[in-house]
């Protein structure tokens, strides 16, 4: 649908208010259809001429990339009336050419659509009012988008769904038994006719009342094919009824088909209440997260008693106790009391984690033991389980790339099978004559019935709604459906040792002094004072060893200076300080004598990072740091190579320590010494080589990497997830889950696949059959109750096939 040029409106936000007009005119260079526009910085926003909506998404797009942040809204909304993937392309399409609409995209699956809009230029009902001009109906309401409203309404629509079923199916069955086995009982046709009529035009009204209003706005869906079959089969058979004269003497019987009328329907509702059933299950996971939320707590009150308080009135700084068994309501800190929490929803951590006062907790984990108070700090939607479950549901409404193909193909896919009857009835016509007109009646109307535009447009959805799930399930949260089509074809990988080799909590195993003129209190008080202003994490080790073996002198550091990747430097007192690798030794030109080197070559072939610390240009001290490799990781390894994926390790520590972890862990590739620039030149190179590269990080230290990377995986654990970074986040930082996504990528990718070879085969063989290809050679009509049969449970055995996926092991 074109869209028309006209003037938006961009709002920014007053975070960009240092902006450049030229920054403004390079975001806008390239954008096509901008005639001109204005910054106005006073009122922070910018205004376009003669942009059109896909323009004004490029241009957003393009602000976003110079550090310009446009205000953009974007919210799920359920859509009411759609049926298949014709009403999906059309409700796409019309919210697509709606000004000030950025995207919008809609998942069948689950019945609802993810937009992003500029507010400035259009609002919700704008929305809502385009959608429902083309027979549907977008829910804005707040209280009907709540996940309680939305479930209770699908429980509503299934009931009544149901209901209907029933009624339909109770009046067809004896029009059923009189029409293919007690056509000459007196009365028969008139039976049939007086049963067949509150079937269609009472309980199955709808799929005439939705074809009505697509066939308003010139457009056709699932539910015209359902009418115009329906209704032809009707239309003749009653005609024949009242009037059989007309074909009686011509020396001809005049059928009715009553029951294939009746049944048609019927077998379509059933299909279609048995497939929002199915599709019941692609949700599960979603209703799991949010079962682990509870709906009352207990609140510290101001005269000192507990009081049970609804979990929404919860705020930030509330005191809350939890009992043992129960969940806990909010993100916070444990104040009094301990006990063991089960964090395996949130973190995928097995084992249960000891909290005392001082300890964080999360929404949704479960208390086992003891009882304990804790403070609320992160409430509502900025808890932690608030946000996977946003992950998980952004990734649910994604579509992956493969959807682009069908949702070309579904566009017009009811108006080519329209057209196929059509074509069918003329060449029946043609070449049989008068005397074929029921044949080629009943052959359009199997034409009609036959084909499924629903398998197509729940192939691609169904699989990605269950492998996400599945996903969030076993602690891989997956950020779009891209990323989870993509990750099979991974055939490299690129590990960051720190925190995803090794457990990431690097401890000092030695510590010697070397300069017996120097004393120790003084050594160990002078690399406090210099580590503590170092944010690497083998400086919070250091701090943490001296702080915790005590005796050292209280120093005062200046002139504190970064190495990157070699150390830090310092002034304390009158004394100069360096603390680093052998590199920062050499490059100051002190000398390590032979015994200490060779006590370095010792420490790193055992997998220990060795810091050398000097002092006035001699050195001083020696401390030896390993990082404890993660138990897993040599398994996780194993079935990386079993795989087919080559796996590479990138460290910043030396040559002999990043041997040493690489043998332990079954690596064959590895690179020391590197700095974090170059991890991204590296990733760059495996590129070069047709590698298509996941990199596994921390999420932000490896971030420039991690945008580099054909996969991006991020290990977070707990607080630290690192969602926003990466396409995929592993919650419990546990290797095995790697392996595991790829697998859980390939098999969903499979599903798809075998979800859309069945819907195009099944169309592409379906109907020929239904248009009679096969009576001239075997006499073989396709009878249209079969048809409606076939097409009924044709989208029940795709949803099938994608719950398969939840009972597949890793």
């Known amino acids: 649908m074109p869209q028309k040029e006209s003037t938006y409106i961009i709002p920014i936000t007053t975070s960009s208010s240092n902006i450049q007009e030229s920054i403004i005119a390079r975001a806008f260079k390239d954008v096509g259809d901008i005639h001109e526009w204005k910054w106005e910085p006073n009122n922070q926003r910018i205004i376009v001429h003669g942009a059109n909506g896909d323009t004004l998404a490029h241009a957003t797009k393009h602000l976003k990339d110079l550090g310009i942040e446009p205000v953009v809204s974007e919210k799920v909304l359920p859509v009411e009336g759609m049926s298949c993937a014709a009403c999906s392309a059309s409700v796409e399409s019309m919210l697509n050419a709606q000004a000030g609409v950025l995207n919008a995209s809609v998942n069948l699956a689950q019945n609802n659509v993810k937009v992003s809009w500029v507010p ?15 027979g549907y109906d977008l829910i804005i309401d707040e209280k009907e988008t709540s996940e309680e409203a939305m479930e209770e309404a699908r429980l509503k629509k ?45 309980f199955g009204r709808h799929f005439f009342i939705n074809a009505f209003k697509q066939a308003k706005h010139g457009a056709a869906n699932m539910d015209t094919l359902v009418a115009l079959s329906t209704g032809m089969a009707y239309l003749f058979s009653s005609f024949n009824m009242l009037f059989p004269v007309v074909w009686t003497s011509q020396g001809l019987e005049a059928h009715v088909y009553f029951e294939a009328a009746a049944v048609i329907i019927v077998f379509i509702m059933l299909g279609k209440w048995l497939e929002e059933r199915a599709k019941e299950g692609t949700s599960s996971a979603i209703r799991k997260l949010m079962g682990l939320r509870p709906k009352t707590v207990l609140k510290l009150q101001d005269d000192g008693s507990w009081q049970e308080t609804d979990i929404h009135l919860v705020e930030k700084g509330d005191v809350l106790r939890v009992k043992p068994g129960n969940k806990i309501p909010v993100d916070g800190e444990v104040t009094d009391g301990s006990s063991f929490v089960d964090e395996s929803a949130v973190t995928g951590e097995s084992m249960p984690v000891a909290k005392t006062p001082g300890k964080k907790v999360f929404t949704g984990t479960i208390n086992q033991s003891g009882s304990f108070s804790m403070r609320a700090e992160k409430v509502g939607s900025d808890t932690i389980l608030a946000q996977i479950i946003k992950t998980v549901q952004d990734a649910q409404a994604s579509k992956a790339p493969v959807q682009r193909m069908v949702d070309k193909v579904a566009s017009v896919f009811v108006p080519a099978v329209i057209g196929v009857a059509m074509l069918t009835f003329v060449v029946w016509m043609l070449f049989g004559g008068t005397e074929y007109l029921t044949q080629a009646l009943l052959a359009t109307v199997s034409v009609l019935v036959i084909a499924c535009p629903c398998a197509l447009g729940l192939a691609t959805p169904t699989a990605i709604m269950v492998g996400v799930g599945k996903g969030a399930n076993s602690g891989i949260l997956i950020k779009n459906a891209g990323s989870l089509e993509k990750a099979h074809k991974t055939n490299a990988v690129v590990l960051d040792k720190t925190g995803t080799v090794t457990e990431g909590k690097p401890e000092v195993t030695n510590f010697e002094i070397i300069n017996s003129n120097l004393k120790e209190e003084k050594i160990r008080g002078m690399l406090l004072a210099a580590e503590s202003h170092s944010e690497h994490p083998l400086a919070d080790a250091i701090a943490r060893y001296i702080e915790e073996k005590g005796r050292f002198e209280k120093f005062e550091t200046e002139h504190f200076l970064n190495h990157s990747g070699n150390g830090i430097s310092a002034t304390i007192g009158d004394d100069k300080i360096l603390i680093g690798n052998e590199i920062l030794m050499a490059q100051n030109q002190i000398k390590l004598p032979e015994p200490l080197e060779q006590k370095i070559r010792k420490w790193q072939d055992e997998a220990k990072t060795v810091i050398l610390i000097a002092v006035n240009e001699e050195p001083a001290a020696i401390v030896a740091i390993a990082d ?78 991690l945008a580099l990377a054909d996969l991006s995986i991020a290990m977070g654990k707990g607080a630290d997830i690192a969602m926003d970074v990466a396409a995929m986040t592993i919650t419990s930082s546990d290797l095995l889950k790697v392996p595991e996504a790829i697998r859980l990528s390939g098999k969903t990718v499979k599903t798809i696949k075998q979800n859309l070879f069945w819907a195009f085969f099944y169309n592409v063989v379906a109907i020929p059959i239904a248009a009679g290809i096969l009576f001239p050679v075997s006499g073989f009509l396709l009878n249209p109750m079969i048809a409606g049969a076939a097409m009924a449970f044709s989208s029940v055995s795709v949803v099938s096939n994608s719950l398969r996926l939840k009972k597949q092991t890793s």
């Open 158 to 202: 299934s009931l009544k769904t149901r209901k209907r079923l029933i009624w339909a199916g109770t009046l067809a069955f004896p029009v059923f038994l009189i029409g293919m086995f007690f056509h000459n009982i007196p009365f028969a046709n008139y039976i049939m006719w007086g049963l067949t009529t509150p079937v269609l035009f009472v």
């Open 120 to 134: 400035e230029n259009i609002g919700l009902p704008e929305m809502k009012k385009a959608i429902r001009s083309v």
């Open 628 to 705: 404890k490799i993660k138990e897993s990781s040599p398994e996780a390894v194993s079935r990386l190579q079993k795989l087919g994926v080559e796996v590479y390790m990138l460290t910043g520590d030396n040559q002999q320590t990043a041997k040493a972890v690489a043998n332990a862990t079954g690596i064959k590739h590895f690179k020391a010494q590197v700095m974090p620039g170059e991890k991204a030149e590296f990733v760059k190179e495996l590129q070069k080589r047709n590698k298509t590269v996941a990199m596994v990080g921390d999420g932000i230290n490896d971030s420039e990497a």
